[in-house]
Nanobody, 121 residues
């Protein structure tokens, strides 16, 4: 089995910072990419940021300049540093990993359980 566990969510005031982490564990052959998505009440789940195994990153326009994704490949861990948080950042944040469980497996997406981030004004 594969498990993604997120941590670091919480309640903060606007302008403050928060760091999320996500670690993948279980039987994993390789991880091609990891990323973060979020879902606010009444809205669709949306991409926040991703990072490939080679270090290429991309960000949603709404978080560029404020959020930074990083990855420790040896630990199968991805981080999300969130600065200058705004109330509109309030959402459940989900960790995603695109990986192969074995050399014979195709790439599949796995998801964490989500962690709540609430930014008060």
């Amino acid at each position: 089995q594969v498990q993604l566990v997120e941590s670091g969510g919480g309640l903060v005031q606007a302008g403050e910072s928060l760091t999320l982490s996500c670690t993948a564990s279980g039987i994993i052959f390789s991880i091609n990419a990891m990323g973060w998505y979020r879902q606010a009440p009444g809205k669709q789940r949306e991409l926040v940021t991703t990072i490939t195994n080679g270090g290429r990153t991309n960000y949603a326009d709404s978080v560029k300049g404020r959020f930074t994704i990083s990855r420790d490949n040896a630990k199968n861990t991805v981080y999300l540093q969130m600065n200058s948080l705004k109330p509109e950042d309030t959402a459940v944040y989900y960790c995603n990993a695109r990986l192969r469980r074995t050399i014979m497996s195709h790439e599949s997406d796995y998801w964490g359980q989500g962690t709540q981030v609430t930014v008060s004004s």
